[in-house]
Every structure is written in structure tokens, then in C-alpha cells.
């Protein structure tokens, strides 16, 4: 059967790749620790799953959940009072939040109701790998923003060329950054609103791992800067702070025009969050904010335990303060991939290589820190005995 055109220029989906290497050691019986997928192992709190289960046994919400086209009321309104509270942003429930499946899904509907067809959309070099896919679905040409580390992985903006500025409709931002873990600062953020205004460029800030932050870095969001709101939309989502990846639960929150525009796309593609899982993401938001803080605690040990390791191998760096990845870099005279294959082999260790994430990701991997105690225990064991100086 032929398909469509539009699929042939998505390349196959990183970790769909790294899954299949892994299921085919396992099958081969070595015992493979991965730390490559950004996917939390513990599980959700108990809470969260009781309200889902009671909820579940309503017959009044097997039904589609199309009453409020943009995700219920009580969810939206739920979602407004946790953004002012951990980012001081102020929202109005009715028209600048939307429920969505995961901020992934986010993402895609930005292209849809943004960009036209031929239609330049910049994006971060290294960078999440869906947004490439989202703008090629949608008609869209990516385009490529170096973030060097000399720049604190931060786009330069004046660098970037003329005519592409002239064709550009929309960008892609997230900091705290996947895979780099730098964050923004306000004074990024001012930048960003100017830019965006003087080129009619509307801002899609991913911005997932808003929450997972260490070393007394601030918890920042987009919209709080001045004139955010007329150039852009924010995306968050449930899956990292609450553990609840599986759940599918997220939000676009800012300019109304967008987030209609987004609606109007949701709308017609599927019908809706599930009632009780948008109940359940209520009480998350609601009650469930120690879980943030027993998760950092968590990501905050390991991170130390993983770059007390890389200093006894020779890798030292100052790492960025956000999500639960380190971007570190290989030891010179090896590529990305040359030091993955290699780690892989001698110890069975998965990571990602960070050319994956974009060409100016070599010379780095990505550590993710989404993996049990014992098993991170044991890699770094396996990792300071192979690459360990005697
Ligand atoms: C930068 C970034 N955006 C979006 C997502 C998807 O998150 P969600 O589970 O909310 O769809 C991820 C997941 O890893 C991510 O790293």
C-alpha cells in the first residue's frame, strides 16, 4: 500500500530505535540498563489513581466528554489557579487554557492552527526530536537554531538570516531543555517577546519540565513575561511533575487566539480527555505537590551520584540546573555514537548519543535519571570500572 508522502521526510522516532536495540540485548539475555528514555519508574501517587477509579464507576462520564469543548471547566480552572500560584501567571479559565493529551500532542495542533503550508518554523538545535515531525506533518520547513553551551544553549537570534526571518511564522522553545537541561531566564524571555513581535513569529513554549529544577534555580514560565500572552502559547503537562506519563494529560495556556485556533483542531481530531483522568489531574494539582518535592529529592541524588562518577572517569562540566537529563561530554577524540557503542558493549549501559537530538549535539550523550536506585547504582559501578583510570 502506498502512503502518504508527508511520512516519508519524518526520520523513525528515536526511541523507538533505542527500544528495539534494547529488546533485542535483552533477548539475547544481557542484562541492558537504559538510561536513555526520560520516562519517571515510580509510580503515581495512590491519591491520583483512587480519584481515577472512583470517578470511573460514574456512568456519567462514559460518555464523550464533549460538554466543554476545550477540556472541563473545573480542570481549566484547576490548571489557572496552579499557574498563578507556582508561576504568578494569571489566566482566564474560559479562553486561554485547553486540555490537551500530553503537551506532545501540544505541539502538534500549534503547527495545525499556525503554520501554513511552506511556512518556515524555527526550532533549537539540539532540540526534542517531535518538533521536527510536527512541522513536516503539517506542511511546515524547520528550520535549525544552533544552542551552544557558550551561549548557556540559548538561541542567537541575531545570527539567524534575513530571508529565513521573512518566512518564518512560528518557533519552538523549551527550557528547561530537553536534552541540554539549560534554563531561561527572564531576561530571555524579554528578548524572545521582542523578537517574536518585530517578525510576526507566534512562540510555542514546551514546557514539561517547568518543575524539575535543582540548585535554587526558579520555576519560570513564559507568560510571565510582559506581552507574552499577544505572542504565544505555553504547553505543560501532567506526565513529569506527578509521575503520570502514562496518563496522557497536559494543557496550552496563553493567547486566546491560539488556544481557539488549537481548540478548533482538537476538536476535530478527537473527542476529549477522558472525564475521570481529568479529574484525577484536578486533585494532582490540587494536593499532590509533595510528590514534586519527593521527586526532586530523588533526581537531585542520583544527579549527584552520576557526575560523581563522570568526575572519577575525567568528565567534568558545570551541568544546567533543569529536567532529569545530564548532557555530557564524551571524552574527546570519540564522537556521540563512537562512546554510546562503545559503553553499550562494555557495560551494557544505554544512553543517548546527542546527535540524535540535532548535528550540534555531538560530542555529548544524554544521561537520563528516570531509572530505580539500584539499577543507576549498578551502571555507574559497570561505567567508573570500563572508562575508571588506575
Ligand atoms: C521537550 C518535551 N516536550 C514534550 C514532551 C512530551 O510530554 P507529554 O508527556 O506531556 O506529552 C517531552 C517528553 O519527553 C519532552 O521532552
Known amino acids: 500500500m502506498q502512503t502518504a508522502e508527508r511520512l516519508t521526510k519524518i526520520p523513525p ?22 538510561l536513555a528514555i526520560g520516562d519517571p519508574v515510580e509510580p503515581t501517587p495512590s491519591g491520583i489513581i483512587d480519584e481515577l477509579c472512583l ?6 462520564n462514559h460518555r464523550y466528554p464533549t460538554d466543554e469543548e476545550k477540556g472541563m471547566l473545573a480542570f481549566r480552572q484547576e490548571v489557572a489557579r496552579w499557574y498563578q500560584e507556582r508561576y504568578g501567571v494569571t489566566l482566564n479559565a474560559a479562553d486561554e487554557v485547553l486540555g490537551l493529551i500530553g503537551s506532545k500532542e501540544g505541539c502538534h495542533h500549534f503547527i495545525l492552527a499556525r503554520v501554513n503550508p511552506g511556512e518556515v518554523v524555527l526550532m533549537t538545535d539540539p532540540g526534542y526530536p517531535a518538533y521536527r515531525s510536527s512541522i513536516l506533518m503539517g506542511g ?25 526571518l521573512a518566512k518564518a511564522t512560528a518557533m519552538f522553545l523549551n527550557y528547561p531543555n530537553n536534552p541540554t537541561g539549560a534554563c531561561a531566564t527572564r531576561e530571555f524571555f524579554d528578548r524572545t517577546v521582542a523578537f517574536a513581535k518585530a517578525h ?9 519540565y517547568s518543575e524539575i529544577l535543582f540548585g535554587g534555580q526558579e520555576r519560570l514560565s513564559f507568560l510571565s513575561a510582559a506581552g507574552a500572552k499577544e505572542v504565544g502559547v505555553e504547553l505543560n503537562s501532567l506526565s513529569k511533575p506527578y509521575n503520570m506519563t502514562g496518563w496522557r494529560i497536559g494543557m496550552a495556556l496563553g493567547n486566546p487566539d491560539l488556544i481557539a485556533a488549537m ?4 476538536e476535530n481530531t478527537d473527542s476529549g480527555i477522558f472525564n475521570p483522568i481529568q479529574y484525577a489531574a484536578i486533585l494532582a494539582l490540587k ?28 568528565i567534568s562540566f558545570d551541568p544546567p540546573k533543569g ?36 548535528q550540534y549535539g555531538e560530542g555529548y550523550i544524554r544521561i537520563s535519571l528516570t531509572v530505580p536506585d539500584n539499577r543507576l547504582a549498578e551502571a555507574m559501578v559497570r561505567i567508573e570500572k570500563e572508562f575508571g583510570r588506575s
Request: glycine share 6%; net charge positive; proline share 6%.
Open 140 to 164: 511546515g520547513i524547520p528550520y535549525n537554531m544552533p544552542i551552544l553551551a557558550k551561549n548557556n544553549y540559548l538561541p542567537v537570534y541575531e545570527d539567524l538570516p534575513a530571508d529565513i
Open 263 to 266: 481548540s478548533k483542531v482538537k
Open 13 to 34: 522516532y528515536l526511541f523507538m530505535e533505542l527500544r528495539k536495540k534494547i529488546a533485542k540485548a535483552k533477548a539475547e539475555g544481557v542484562d541492558v540498563i537504559s
Open 200 to 208: 510576526d513569529i507566534a512562540v510555542c513554549y514546551d514546557n514539561p
Open 323 to 358: 529536567t532529569f537529563y545530564l548532557w555530557v561530554p564524551v571524552p574527546t577524540g570519540m564522537t556521540a555514537l563512537e562512546f554510546t557503542n562503545r559503553l553499550f558493549e562494555k557495560t551494557a549501559v544505554v544512553v543517548a548519543a546527542g546527535n540524535a537530538y540535532g
Open 287 to 314: 494536593q499532590e505537590t509533595t510528590n514534586i518535592s519527593k521527586m526532586l529529592d530523588i533526581y537531585g541524588k542520583r544527579r549527584e551520584l552520576v557526575l560523581n562518577t563522570l568526575r572519577k572517569i575525567g
Open 55 to 60: 470517578r470511573s464507576r460514574d456512568p456519567e
